[in-house]
T-cell receptor, first 114, second 113 residues
Framework: ETGVTQSPTHLIKTRGQQVTLRCSSQ?????VSWYQQALGQGPQFIFQ???????GRGNFPPRFSGLQFPNYSSELNVNALELDDSALYLC?????????????FGPGTRLTVT | AQSVSQHNHHVILSEAASLELGCNYS??????LFWYVQYPGQHLQLLLK??????LVKGIKGFEAEFIKSKFSFNLRKPSVQWSDTAEYFC???????????FGQGTTLQVKP
């Protein structure tokens, strides 16, 4: 069974630029959630995708957007990057159809905005 | 608004000491509760979970947690810690409708050999 993978591992961007982060869900999972983890904080929910539709969103502005593909992999896009967007971005997959919300996390993408 | 509070931000213990990390949540409905661990340089891993049934749940590596509904608490315990337990521990809650995980701030556990 393949776990959750994310790419890239690290990324450095300049304020105002755009970034795309990628996530491959664990085999058999159809739900992907994205979280932002600032240094010294717990992860904060950005949004969740289930069967290619957004299924819940946290307190993040519209410049944070996402996609889920038919194979359940997902992208997180952030436009007009700000310094405060520097964080570890985590992807988690789960199987909502089984009635559980046990989420399995990937290693994360460390984004630095300068 | 739903929230999770972890009372201990940084805990330092010697090997073989007992551990209890506090977690309180604010949510009035049915909840699912989790403890995740993040070892240095590794990704978040699930330690244990509570969905329903026996409020005392056992997880991996000798960890257990007790759900006390009247106190909105889900404290993590381990009778005897090891140096390898040094990590960041996160309590999280989700309701049965959205699957959105709400995390506490985390507790850094440092175990001295």
């Amino acid at each position: 069974e393949t776990g959750v993978t994310q790419s890239p591992t690290h990324l450095i961007k300049t304020r105002g630029q755009q970034v795309t982060l990628r996530c491959s869900s664990q085999s058999g999972h159809n739900t992907v959630s994205w979280y932002q983890q600032a240094l010294g904080q717990g992860p904060q929910f950005i949004f969740q995708y289930y069967r290619e539709e957004e299924n819940g969103r946290g307190n993040f502005p519209p410049r944070f957007s996402g996609l889920q593909f038919p194979n359940y992999s997902s992208e997180l896009n952030v436009n007009a990057l700000e310094l405060d967007d520097s964080a570890l971005y985590l992807c988690a997959s789960s199987s909502r159809d089984r009635g559980y919300y046990e989420q399995y996390f990937g290693p994360g993408t460390r984004l630095t905005v300068t | 608004a739903q929230s999770v509070s972890q009372h201990n931000h940084h805990v330092i213990l010697s090997e073989a000491a007992s551990l209890e990390l506090g977690c309180n949540y604010s949510y009035g409905g049915t909840v699912n509760l989790f403890w995740y661990v993040q070892y240095p340089g590794q990704h978040l891993q699930l330690l244990l979970k509570y969905f329903s049934g026996d409020p005392l749940v056992k997880g991996i590596k000798g960890f257990e947690a007790e759900f006390i509904k009247s106190k909105f608490s889900f404290n993590l315990r381990k009778p005897s810690v090891q140096w390898s337990d040094t990590a960041e521990y996160f309590c999280a809650v989700t309701n049965s409708n959205t699957g959105k995980l709400i995390f506490g701030q985390g507790t850094t556990l440092q175990v001295k050999p």
